[in-house]
């Protein structure tokens, strides 16, 4: 078992590179069973997500090969439609497989996906977009079972701008017969890349980013060159670092206009940024409390974001609040919080958070992702030692989170247990 140990009291200052998305690298790994044709992604985030994901490629017989941040692969040796329950279990983003598999190999089997436990992450829509395009949908025994020999276009409307159901509908439509419109669908900056990475490939979609979006389908798709746009939850995970640390640094390889909610409202806290091109100045020398941040879709504020900032604002002068919109499980890390002296109260969707002039090392156990991110942050500016357990959901996805905040003058490590010395 390995462990983050967080001694705090470090600023932080430097420059830090942020890698490609995590939320664009699923969906687009699952984009590339619709080729036949060599695919070459860059930027690629070395994360444990990404990790399961190529070992279910390579299991459905796509060739992997990857060096550095480059990957490659080649489906045409696709040779099979049925994604081990195994793999399938240790991630939610496979479910993006059904709509490819189904496009280009007129059948699937799955079961149902893991992934973080932030609450109920239903599948019918995706379930109902595909049966409305001329999929036959079966379930027993724990697997779910979609079979068309052709996919045919179709009108869908989402009942939620589901993320996950937006894109696989997106994709299971590319070789559909005529056209597809799916309305009410989530808007997100890496929808928008998943639309520019399939039609370089010849696909014919567009509206990514607007309430509807139109696919046209084709018969074939070509090889393909493509770069990931940087992980924003990312950007937002450095800024509130600073924020709880204090310190200034240059973050890199940075889309600014995926932030805007983000930086409105980390500015609001009293952290100073500074936009460029493809990069933010972030410096902060006192935080302030803020009385509502609202977790919505996109454009609005990320509920990925919403751990990191209860972190944050658990060091504020003043009570701040925080509406959870999007997901009704996300409060699982306040409990560990308040081991270390933080005070949270808890009423139904809304957090109320007093801040303290200091939190305490505490040995704590990450929930999931951005919550196990969320309390290494916690421990960078805590009295003493913080021990952050269940670091594997950290890794689905930060890329070495120890290594980048060590070279911002954090003192993080990973250790295996037992921890004995700092």
Not at 112 to 128: A, M, Q
Not at 203 to 225: H, Q
Not at 235 to 245: E, H, S, Y
Request: with cysteine.
């Amino acid at each position: 078992m390995e462990k983050l140990v967080v001694e705090g009291g470090k600023r932080l200052s430097g420059k830090t590179r942020i890698s490609g998305a995590k939320n664009s690298i699923l969906p687009i790994l699952a984009a590339s069973l619709l080729s036949s044709e060599e695919v070459e992604i860059k930027d690629v985030p070395d994360i444990s997500d990404v990790e399961v994901m190529l070992d279910i490629l390579e299991c459905l017989g796509v060739n992997v090969s990857r060096e550095s941040s480059t990957l490659n692969l080649n489906p045409s040796s696709l040779c099979t439609s049925e994604i081990p329950e195994s793999l399938m279990c240790e991630m939610r983003s496979s479910i993006f497989l059904m709509g490819p598999l189904l496009g280009r190999l007129g059948k699937v089997k799955v079961s149902y996906p893991g992934g973080c436990d932030i609450g109920p992450r239903p599948i019918d829509l995706h379930l109902k977009g595909l049966a409305s395009m001329g999929a036959k949908i079966s379930e027993e025994s724990g697997y779910v079972y979609a079979e068309a020999s052709k996919l045919r276009g179709s009108t869908i409307h989402l009942d939620y701008p589901s993320v996950g159901a937006t894109e696989n509908l997106m994709m299971a439509a590319i070789f559909a017969r005529g056209s597809t419109k799916i309305y009410n669908v989530a808007k997100e900056p890496e929808i928008v890349d998943l639309q520019n990475f399939l039609n370089k490939m010849g696909a014919k979609v567009k509206g990514a980013g607007t309430d509807i979006i139109s696919i046209e389908g084709v018969n074939y798709l070509n090889k393909v060159s493509h770069r990931l746009i940087p992980d924003r939850i990312i950007v937002g995970t450095m800024i509130a670092a600073v924020g709880v640390a204090g310190g200034e640094i240059i973050i890199d390889n940075v889309i600014p206009e995926h932030l805007e909610a983000v930086i409105a409202k980390l500015r609001e806290t009293g952290i100073e940024i500074w936009e460029d091109t493809d990069s933010l100045l972030v410096k902060v020398d006192r935080i302030k409390a803020v009385n509502s941040v609202r977790t919505l879709p996109y454009p609005g504020y990320p509920t990925d974001m919403q751990p990191q900032t209860m972190a944050l604002l658990s060091y504020a002068d003043g009570i701040s609040v925080i509406m959870e919109n999007v997901f009704d499980g996300r409060f699982g890390h306040v409990e560990e919080f308040k081991k270390m002296g933080a005070q949270i109260t808890i009423d139904g969707r809304s957090a109320i958070i007093k801040g303290v002039n200091k939190l305490t090392g505490a040995v704590l156990k990450a929930p999931d992702l951005r919550a196990g991110a969320a309390l290494v942050l916690a421990g960078l500016s805590a009295e003493g030692i913080t021990i952050v357990d269940e670091i594997h959901h950290i890794d689905r996805g930060y890329e070495k989170l120890e290594i980048q905040l060590q070279n911002l003058g954090a003192k993080v490590k990973r250790v295996h247990a037992p921890v004995i010395n700092v």
